[in-house]
């Protein structure tokens, strides 16, 4: 059996992400391929306890901590679900995978790219994305969505500008250094129109 694809989605929060990733199983299974929707951190369990964990705006944790409970929720994820999947020929559209980390915890809290990929070539036990969808957008604008859902912020969501700012530009870097990998989109279209452009950025991995 063939091995399954692993599709992420990363962005910025505000982005569209959880719309996007719904829409891209819709469309995947319209095409005849069997697609699970996973999300980090989270997803089973155990990660699912860590994601309320590292969003309680009420708790303090250090930027290690952070970068280490995001790739426990992770190796947790991989060996209990998306692993298995993979194994099992699925395709799995994950919202948010190690880029975040690269991105939030590796630029964003200011550790270094490279050390946060360590633990998480550690955590995944070296799984990588066939495709990763970048949902391209203005920190401001993303910041302005959030506050329109009506939802109190939870911990990362309250941080600075600069935070996000610093993320964004990761996220930026990483896409220019793997261009097969990570296709942009923007992400300040309306829904219909990011999943347009998604649906064709992943147009050379579907089936016939």
Sequence with gaps: MARGRLITIEGLDGSGKTT???????GLQARGVDAALLREPGG???AERIRTLVKDPDLRVGARAEALLYAAARAQLVEEALGPLLDAGR????DRFVDSSLAYQ????ALGIEQVRAINTF???GIAPDRTLLLRIDPALGRARQDGRGEAPDRLE???DDFFTAIAAAYDELAAAEP???RTLDASAD???VLTQAMAALEDLLPG
Aim: cysteine-free.
């Design 158 to 160: 309250r941080e600075a």
């Design 44 to 46: 089973v369990a155990a």
């Design 191 to 193: 829904a219909p129109a």
């Design 180 to 182: 097969q990998r990570i």
């Design 91 to 94: 395709w799995v559209l994950l």
């Design 106 to 109: 590796g630029a964003g809290r």
């Design 20 to 26: 996007l990733a719904r829409g891209i199983v819709d």
């Design 123 to 125: 955590a995944t036990g």
